[in-house]
């Protein structure tokens, strides 16, 4: 039986140690002002930073929407510590019988969220095996129908209870519409929001002789890179709100004493002189101009966005 | 394989260290991109990053409109893939092999100053660019112009970069912790 990971603040569920993780810090915790490795709790005032275990405590009294929560499964299996969270910090007293709790308590939720879980971890699955190039779509595609087989024949556990059934298989099929073949996998990826496609930009042209038993080809061929369009990335990625409110920008670190930026550096200091003062002298410029534009460019103080290129080398072992 | 990522320094420290916060640029097979690195370079990513430092970024948040223009901090990258970015010449047994001085590669291990004069700059860099003298941008250790010049706040003379596993880790780190051990 699969593993599940209960919030002890919200009663989510997840499948893996990993996206429960990802759960407590994304939901509960204000990541953008504390290490991964500390939680602090987001629904009261406590300005206390705590380890994992003294978090999952604190849930306990400090949530009104959960007054009597579960405990955690426990997990031997600590490989994936992506928050350097210690073995220690691990819950350890599982409770086995509340798998089925977890399940029956309430299926109008819990039953979808399982399936929401499922059907992400499906989807990731899919792109890895995109993404690895050595798997041909079909086999591919016959992968993702099997996985499909598998969560709706699963669900005929739900069978001793016809509603819950109907419904859980409803939202499955609702949810496996859209990914029901690879067109619909991939036209449903491309069109997402943060789906930023590659594009092809011609190197070399080179030609290559194909032989076979009656002839031989020339054919000319065109070395390619992938490339992915910055303005796009980072329209994408800043368009966040989470995200966007928490960008530090090089005006904090001017005259700060805090040294563990690079805009504390020379280089951040110089950048931000140089754009403050030429945005002062755009705006009189702009003000003898056409006065609508001083509201636009009086967003502009003391914001710079800075990017850093990390150009890595690497051999790569040719499987021909 | 080359691959070229970048990262958005106004993102929080916790955010910028992550995978998932780490982008790709560009990506393709080491040998087809050597041939011609810098024209290459100067049609993609340079490109991209001129339209950024001239026109910037307008994102829409909340439905407020906010502006930003868009700057290249600096690059890192191994030894190899620096000087190639970076065009300096790719040979590191001979000749002028440093990106920030002059002494030649026989005297670097004995050297333990640095001679103000013997300092490499953005002036002294460009007039030997721009002489267009074969031998002597080859004595000076450099092969070719950089087409990260054509940004307008980046110059790969003034924003030198080390090699954090071949400099600090490989060598600084190593001989520090044996001249210190030893001398102790």
């Known amino acids: ?320 | 394989m080359t691959g070229c990522y970048f990262r958005i320094l106004n993102l929080p420290l916790a955010l910028q260290s992550t995978y998932e916060h780490i982008f790709l640029a560009f990506l393709a097979y080491a040998k087809d991109l050597d041939e011609n690195l810098q024209h290459t370079l100067s049609q993609t990513v340079i490109k991209q990053l001129k339209a950024l430092e001239s026109k910037g970024i307008t994102l829409i948040v909340n439905g407020c409109e906010h502006h930003f223009p868009v700057v290249l901090f600096n690059v890192v990258a191994d030894n190899l893939g620096l000087h190639g970015i970076y065009g300096y010449k790719r040979y590191f047994a001979g000749g002028k092999v440093c990106r920030m001085c002059l002494i030649p590669y026989d005297q670097l291990k004995v050297a333990t100053r640095v001679p103000p004069n013997m300092l490499r700059n953005t002036v002294s860099y460009n007039d030997i660019i721009q002489s267009g003298d074969a031998e002597r941008i080859r004595q000076a250790g450099l092969r070719e112009d950089s087409a990260l010049n054509k940004l307008i706040h980046f110059n790969v003379q003034d924003n030198p970069s080390v090699d954090m596993m071949h400099d600090l880790r490989k060598l600084f780190y190593k001989f520090i912790f044996f001249h210190y051990s030893f001398t102790v």
Not at chain 1, 255 to 281: C, I, M, Q, W
């Open chain 1, 1 to 320: 039986m699969l593993q599940r990971f209960l919030c002890p603040a919200c009663n989510h569920v997840d499948l893996t140690l990993q996206r429960h993780r990802s759960h407590v810090l994304n939901t509960h915790c204000d990541m953008f002002h504390n290490p991964p490795n500390r939680f602090k709790c987001k629904h009261c005032t406590n300005p206390k930073e705590m380890v994992y275990s003294m978090y999952s405590r604190h849930m306990r009294t400090c949530s009104t929407r959960n007054a009597n929560p579960p405990m955690l499964q426990d997990s031997a299996d600590i490989s994936d510590n992506d928050y350097n969270i210690n073995a220690d910090d691990e819950p350890t007293n599982a409770a086995q019988d509340m798998d089925n709790e977890i399940l029956l308590r309430d299926p109008s939720t819990d039953i979808r969220q399982v399936i929401d879980n499922v059907k992400e971890l499906c989807d990731t699955f899919w792109i890895n095996m995109l993404s690895q190039g050595i798997i041909c779509k079909s086999t591919i595609n016959e992968m993702c129908n099997n996985q499909r087989d598998l969560v709706l024949k699963t669900l005929q556990v739900l069978t001793y209870d016809d509603v819950k059934y109907q419904e859980a298989t409803m939202y499955f099929k609702s949810k496996w519409k859209s990914s029901s073949t690879e067109y619909y996998r991939t036209k449903t990826l491309t069109e997402s929001l943060t789906f930023v496609k590659p594009t092809k930009f011609g190197l070399n042209d080179r030609i290559q002789i194909e032989a076979t038993n009656d002839r031989e080809t020339i054919r000319q061929r065109t070395d390619c890179m992938a490339q992915i369009d910055i303005h796009q990335t980072l329209q994408t990625v800043l368009q966040n709100p989470d995200i966007f409110n928490s960008l530090q920008m090089p005006s904090t670190f001017y005259d700060s004493t805090n040294f563990n930026h690079p805009f504390a550096g020379t280089r951040g200091k110089e950048l931000y002189e140089v754009y403050t003062v030429f945005r002062r002298f755009t705006r009189i410029i702009s003000f003898c101009r056409k006065s609508e534009k001083i509201t636009l460019l009086f967003n502009f103080i003391g914001m710079t966005m800075v990017l850093q290129i990390l150009y890595k080398l690497q051999l790569l072992h040719s499987t021909k």
